[in-house]
């Protein structure tokens, strides 16, 4: 009789407990504190466990999970605003302010800070980690196959000199997510070539000795002024004869799914073939 | 040449500085503008080189307005030598009085009445000097070479004197009456009653913004007149010929 | 020294840095080849870099630092105080604050012009303002005092309105405006800034004779037949043109208008009139020199002209400031 009852409260323990970890592993009240971290949660949660995501990500100009945002509340990442939104899990980039993070972690919030993903490797154990903290290691994983598929679509050897030129004459260089990116769409990038590494300045001189193809642009904001924008409308760069493509700012920003949308816009500027719905 | 002053008015703040004031000025007439301080003075020797505008009244250059004249015109026929002159730069003595050429434009002869300007003050050995390391003097009779260098008609010059040592004071009056001599009109603002009664042909006495007295200086000089103009007791004599004022006691 | 030697000395300085300049950069040109490209009305990626890029940088350079050298000595000449520059008493940030709202709202794309007649209004702003602060002969502490609330006070609306514009990369650019910069102007910027600074020169140039009667004070200067409005108002004008034109395409290059007219002045007898267009030339000198030693630095990122001519100028300044109230003690 003992031994039936130890067996029954093992059980029963053990059941509890897992059901306990099965509750654990799947947080209910997801809050989001920056864009590119928002993009992965709109992507892989089940909307209603998602609490809160930045106000970064419901404007169209800056996201593609503008519209999947509808709905949602929207945080500006204040410490104070998300205690009291009472999540169970937080997620937030690197560079979220120190302070709200201290506060996070003295009361105990799961916190999961992501990085930025220097390359295709790291943005696949990303959507992974997101996954698992999320407890959608299913959906995740159909994710990742998903993306595979329609970079392996867009893949092409390389045949073209592309580089991307930001304001005030910074560029992706050799290591970083962009330059993969312009690999796998068929571009030597110029800069890595001539030994950029990371995101650094390259002179506009050297732009015009060395042309690309293709000048890529990131498209920031539409119409509005900047001092950096006027390299990119030099006299310099315009006599030399060479095709200019705008990226836009969500498309590459975050290592999330929106870049199969720089690819494919990368793509396009060489002749690129069909179009994959996103 | 013949400046005429008319019932100039000065006021401000309601307070009136000057008050219908005549004065002229004729061709070879040495004339001292007295009286106490806060008399007008100043004001009235601006007004007649046309830096102030008056409330009331005209000032006629040979029978012309100032107003009316061109700014280089009148500068080139009327010098001034305000009280007080900073030098801002260490420019040289021979720049400086050069600089009274500037109503002239570039004209040639400028060169020549620059050195005119430096012997008569006998400031030529210090041509080379800067202004800022000369003594007071030596300052007072660069800025007169200045004045002089312009090679004007009439010459307004307030208090030129009252700084210097007599050497200079009487340098300075000898100096003023050629000029006179040669030519022009000469209106000096001052304070030593002897000396103007010694070297002006004319006395203008000024008190309380009102003429109290205007003609040769021993009409004007006198001992009541000054009495109720500088509120002293004077004792007056003659010496070889001249006529001296000396303020004496309070009254 | 006479005036001419002395001109074409510095004259011939500008050229030569100016030359200088436009073989320095990130790229080695073949000089050879390119010479020859020239002559023959080729086109080649070191001729673009060449007359697009090296041309316009040494042009502007040359401009910009006339403006800031002939401003300089003109606002002392007439503030008849040797701290009074273009920088020191807020006119170049004011000038900044005028072009930063005229380019970020979007003006500017409009046309082009109005950049740096933004930054002219901006100047013009700031001069009068410090008029009114420090009164025609100011003493040097009240020039130095209204400088410093001018600059302060343009300084902060700068950096406002940078954080206000709606474009995200505006708020890094403030680095640019305080400190100015030369690298990737274009053939644009010398067109439609230049015109305006040489109007400005007119004005600074004009009747130089004014100037020197100023130094012997207001009144003196009257009565040998200078117009005291009229001068004031031309060399305001002058100034804001001059100034505000370079500050917009060339952001603040502090000092130069500092720096210059101390050193030559004993070399032209200390007169203003002299010192007026060697000033324009030994601006250029300056600041054609400090752009060259801005690119042959070995930085990651070019250096920013304004920190070369801050640290020549800053000591200088203080050391002037030190001996003017030696003196006026």
């Not at chain 1, 503008?66 to 009291?84: F, I, M, P, T």
């Not at chain 3, 930063?100 to 702003?125: D, E, K, N, R, T």
């Not at chain 3, 009144?219 to 004008?237: C, D, K, N, Q, Y």
């Amino acid at each position: 009789m003992l031994t039936l009852l130890r067996l029954a409260s093992f059980c029963f323990l053990t059941l509890g407990a897992l059901c306990a970890m099965a509750g654990q592993s799947a947080p209910k009240r997801v809050v989001s504190l920056n864009l590119c971290a928002d993009e992965l949660v709109l992507a892989l949660a089940d909307k209603s466990s998602i609490q809160s995501v930045s106000w970064l990500v419901a404007d169209p100009q800056m996201s593609f999970y503008a519209d999947e945002a509808g709905g949602l509340h929207l945080n500006r990442g204040g410490a104070e605003e998300v205690l009291s939104l009472h999540p169970d899990l937080v997620v937030a980039g690197t560079y979220t302010t120190r302070a709200t993070r201290t506060v996070l972690e003295d009361h105990g919030i799961p916190l999961l800070i992501l990085e930025l993903p220097e390359s295709l490797v790291e943005v696949f154990e990303q959507i992974r980690t997101v996954a698992d903290h999320l407890g959608r290691q299913e959906r995740g994983a159909g994710l990742i196959a998903e993306l595979r598929r329609q970079i392996e679509a867009l893949r092409v050897p390389v045949q073209w000199r592309g580089l991307v030129y930001h304001p005030n004459g910074f560029t992706n260089g050799a290591g970083t997510l962009v330059d993969e990116m312009l690999a796998i769409t068929g571009y030597e990038n110029v800069a890595s070539a001539s030994g950029v590494q990371g995101f650094s300045q390259f002179s506009l001189e050297r732009v015009v000795m060395n042309p690309p193809d293709v000048l890529v642009i990131n498209q920031v904001a539409e119409d509005l002024p900047s001092m950096a924008d006027q390299i990119l409308a030099h006299r310099a760069l315009k006599r030399s004869s060479l095709q200019i493509v705008e990226v836009p700012f969500k498309a590459w920003t975050c290592g999330s799914p929106a870049l199969v949308e720089g690819l494919r816009i990368l793509r396009s500027a060489t002749g690129g073939q069909e179009e994959i719905s996103r | 040449m013949r400046l005429e002053a008319q019932g100039i008015t000065v006021a401000k703040d309601s307070h009136l500085i000057l008050d219908d004031v005549n004065v002229c000025l004729g061709k070879g007439e040495l004339v001292g503008v007295l009286g106490p301080n806060g008399a007008g003075k100043s004001t009235l020797l601006r007004v007649l080189a046309g830096l102030e505008m008056a409330g009331t009244g005209t000032v006629m250059l040979d029978g012309q307005s100032i107003s009316t004249m061109g700014t280089a015109e009148r500068a080139r026929m009327m010098g001034y030598l305000p009280q007080k002159t900073p030098v801002s730069w260490p420019l040289s003595v021979e720049r400086v009085v050069a600089l009274g050429r500037l109503p002239h434009g570039d004209d040639p002869a400028g060169n020549e009445a620059v050195e005119r300007a430096l012997e008569m003050t006998k400031t030529a050995n210090l041509r080379d000097r800067s202004v800022g390391t000369l003594s007071g003097g030596e300052r007072m009779r660069v800025l007169v070479a200045r004045l002089l260098a312009v090679e004007a008609r009439v010459l307004l010059v307030d208090e030129p004197i009252a700084a210097l040592d007599p050497y200079f004071q009487l340098e300075f009056m000898e100096l003023f009456r050629s000029q006179a001599h040669a030519g022009c009109g000469v209106l000096i603002v001052m304070h030593d009653l002897t000396l103007a009664s010694r070297f002006c042909d004319r006395v203008v006495l000024l008190s309380g913004g009102h003429v109290v007295g205007d003609g040769a200086p021993g009409t004007v000089l006198t001992e009541s007149l000054v009495q109720d103009a500088y509120h002293v007791n004077v004792q007056t004599g003659v010496i070889d010929g001249e006529r001296y004022v000396l303020p004496w006691d309070l009254r | 020294m006479k005036s001419r030697v002395l001109n074409t000395v510095l004259a011939s300085s500008a050229i030569v840095l100016a030359a200088a300049g436009m073989t320095v950069g990130p790229v080695d040109l073949p000089v050879g080849e390119m010479v020859g490209q020239l002559f023959a009305g080729e086109r080649s990626a070191s001729t673009i870099v060449f007359l697009e890029l090296r041309v316009p940088r040494g042009v502007l350079g040359l401009l910009v630092g006339a403006s800031l050298g002939l401003a300089g000595a003109a606002m002392q000449g007439l503030l008849r105080n040797p701290l009074a520059e273009p920088g020191i008493v807020g006119i170049s940030g004011s000038a900044a604050f005028g072009a930063v709202v005229v380019f970020y709202s979007g003006l500017a794309a409009l046309f082009s012009l109005a950049l740096p007649l933004g930054g002219i209004a901006g100047a013009f702003v700031g001069v009068m303002v410090l008029f009114i602060l420090s009164g025609r002969q100011a003493s040097t502490l009240t020039i130095v005092l209204a400088g410093i609330a001018v600059n302060a006070f343009a300084g902060a609306a700068t950096a406002l309105a940078l954080n206000l514009s709606p474009n995200p990369y505006a708020a890094f650019e403030i680095i640019f405006w305080q400190l100015g910069s030369f690298a990737d102007r274009s053939f644009e910027h010398v067109l439609f800034a230049g015109p305006l600074m040489a109007v400005g020169w007119f004005m600074l140039l004009w009747r130089p004779g004014d100037l020197d009667a100023l130094s012997l004070g207001e009144e003196t200067a009257a009565s040998l037949g200078v117009s005291l409005p009229h001068l004031r108002f031309r060399i305001i004008a002058g100034a804001s043109f001059a100034v505000g034109a370079a500050v917009a395409v060339s952001g603040v290059i502090g000092f130069v208008g500092l720096v210059v007219p101390h050193l030559l002045r004993p070399l032209v007898g200390f007169q203003p009139s002299r010192l007026l267009l060697s000033s324009a030339l030994g601006g250029a000198v300056l600041v054609l020199a400090a752009d060259i030693f801005v690119r042959v630095l070995p930085t990651a990122t070019e250096l920013k002209i304004g920190v070369v001519t801050a640290i020549v100028g800053a000591p200088f300044f203080l050391l002037l400031i030190y001996r003017l109230r030696q003196e006026e003690v």
